[in-house]
């Protein structure tokens, strides 16, 4: 088997088992509707800044439901020994790596399709034409994110309170995602295109694709410990 | 030797050598700070090639090197920013800025920090050395795309004094201050080697009571 078929065959599983349970979608959507009101109340802005200050605000809110997803990543697999089975079965690590991330992504996009034009209603924002291209932006970004979420989630996999330890390793790794896609988006808000953040397109670009190929090399290492 | 070599660095640098012509005594605290971030680096570079090698062959001496000079890149890292604070306060005016080379050294130390506190909180021997690699391997990649960006985001501190471009590194500060610098990054560096080889010494000794441990248990 190639590792396309692999790789979907392990993603139509967990999406199976997430259908069935809808407790991480359920939980990261709830929690970033929450996150929306909480910066609401907190920051109360005039509308002229929250304009300014919504890439940020958005990413601090995907970020954190991101990671609540991540945690729960490998929960099926903790339970009833799982994670032996099916590393004992003849599947590409590299597969089950891709899967994960993708699960991961595919979670964290349903609930960014939501989250963002929520966020444009609730906070009176115009500029509904420029969604398009910020929800790309944020595309590229959250593929970084779960990339590396993906693998440092199998590394704090036997670890105490690593629930807690997730984010401590996690964040700092990220900081480039986090600065190129809040710049990209401050752009594109301000001038209605990117402009002068190509670059940090790119460097958004490089990140991912140096992350897919370390997490396909890596993963056997990581998850067989 | 490496303790009689920072002092005479030290002596050199703080009493001998002439105090800058623009920034006075204070700079005398580069004799610290320029040799202590190069001890950091170096250390961060042993960690990410002890990572490679565990991963590759297995051997527990590549990864008791690796977590050896993790320990030591923290300190060094932790010691570089409270040198450049104490500096920083009389020069800038503030004890911190969010410049781009202290924005990357302080995350430096978090990543690090991060990959201390993942060891400390797996049980399992072997499982937290393989996860640790990981993380040093990752760690290290990641540094040149945090450069960028954080170079992108802001920059503030000075450029580089000594190693410029276009410049030869000789022709950028007099020689006077030159010497003791030197002689304090060889220090640095022979510190570095001697803790670290106590360091690997007190892994090896660890890692041979914990064998007999469960020699005797079987």
């Not at chain 1, 997430?18 to 990261?28: A, I, K, P």
């Not at chain 2, 400390?120 to 640790?132: C, K, P, Y």
């Not at chain 2, 990981?134 to 795309?145: A, E, N, R, T």
Request: charged share 15%; net charge neutral.
């Amino acid at each position: 088997m190639n590792l396309l078929k692999q790789t979907s065959l392990v993603f139509w599983k967990d999406l199976l088992l997430e259908l069935r349970r809808r407790d991480s979608l359920l939980t990261m959507f709830f929690f970033g509707t929450l996150l929306l009101f909480v910066f609401h109340f907190s920051f109360d802005l005039p509308p002229d800044k929250v304009a300014e200050m919504a890439p940020a605000l958005l990413w601090l809110a995907f970020l954190f439901t991101g990671t609540l997803g991540l945690t729960q990543l490998f929960q099926v697999e903790r339970e009833n020994h799982c994670l032996e089975a099916l590393l004992l079965s003849p599947l590409d690590r590299g597969a089950l790596f891709l899967a994960k991330s993708c699960f991961n992504l595919f979670l964290m996009l349903l609930v960014e399709l939501v989250v963002m034009p929520l966020f444009w209603i609730l906070f009176n924002l115009h500029g509904w034409n420029l969604l398009p291209q910020l929800f790309l932006v944020t595309l590229l970004g959250t593929v970084g994110f779960c990339v590396l979420g993906t693998i440092m989630s199998a590394v704090t996999l036997r670890a105490r309170a690593r629930e807690l330890l997730l984010p401590l390793v996690l964040f700092p790794l990220m900081i480039p995602v986090i600065l190129a896609t809040i710049r990209c988006m401050e752009n594109i808000m301000s001038a209605g295109d990117l402009g002068a953040a190509a670059s940090w397109l790119r460097l958004l670009l490089g990140f991912d694709v140096i992350f897919v190929t370390v997490g396909i090399l890596i993963f056997d290492r990581v998850i067989e410990g | 030797m490496s303790l009689g070599a920072i002092v005479v660095g030290l002596y050199w640098g703080l009493v001998i050598a002439p105090p800058d012509a623009y920034q006075g005594e204070v700079q005398r605290i580069m004799y610290l700070h320029l040799p202590s971030i190069l001890t950091a680096y170096l250390s961060y570079f042993l960690v990410f090639i002890g990572s490679c090698m565990y991963l590759w062959k297995r051997e527990k001496r590549d990864d008791i090197l690796a977590h050896s000079a993790a320990e030591i890149g923290v300190l060094f890292t932790a010691l570089t920013i409270i040198e450049g604070s104490i500096w920083g306060r009389p020069t800038w005016g503030v004890w911190w800025t969010w410049d781009a080379r202290l924005t990357l050294t302080a995350i430096l130390l978090l990543i690090y920090t991060g990959y201390l506190m993942l060891r400390s909180l797996i049980e399992d021997e072997n499982r937290a050395a393989s996860a640790a690699a990981v993380l040093g391997i990752i760690g290290f990649l990641d540094i040149p795309l945090i450069h960028m960006s954080v170079y992108w985001w802001r920059t503030l501190h000075q450029p580089p004094s000594i190693l410029q471009p276009n410049k030869a590194p000789w022709e950028n500060i007099a020689w006077p201050l030159l010497i003791p610098l030197l002689i304090n990054i060889v220090a640095f560096l022979l510190l570095l080697f001697y803790l670290l080889s106590l360091r690997y010494r007190l892994g090896e000794i660890r890692d041979e009571i914990r064998m007999r441990r469960l020699e005797q248990s079987a």
